[in-house]
């Protein structure tokens, strides 16, 4: 992740983010939504390239009420690690 590689030790150990983040915006962005109900819960899909005329899925995970809010939750508090390090760097945070 090129944030956390931008970081020099001493800002690893405060504001070092999770790359399962990545993963979630991927998926989200180019996943595949599915549900037969029409309700809760959903399923996203990221699919990958072919591979030898298959295609892998990369990410699948069962969307509840309760898995969105814990990681938007989380989400969240690693975007306010971004803040807290753009803060201390004196960059404006918008």
């Known amino acids: 992740m090129e944030y956390n590689a931008i970081l020099n030790a001493e800002e690893c150990d405060s504001f070092a983010l999770d790359d399962s983040s ?3 915006r991927d998926a989200l962005a180019h996943g595949r939504l599915t549900s037969p109900a029409r309700e809760f819960p959903l ?4 699919f990958g390239r072919v591979k030898s005329g298959r295609v892998p899925i990369e990410y699948n995970q069962v969307l509840t009420i309760e898995w969105l809010d ?3 939750k989380k989400i969240h508090r690693q975007k306010e690690l971004v803040d807290a390090c753009s803060k201390r760097r ?5």
């Not at 399923?43 to 990221?46: A, D, G, H, I, S």
């Not at 004196?90 to 918008?94: F, N, Q």
């Open 43 to 46: 399923t996203l899909w990221k």
């Open 70 to 72: 814990e990681t938007w």
């Open 22 to 24: 990545v993963r979630v």
């Open 90 to 94: 004196g960059y404006p945070i918008s």
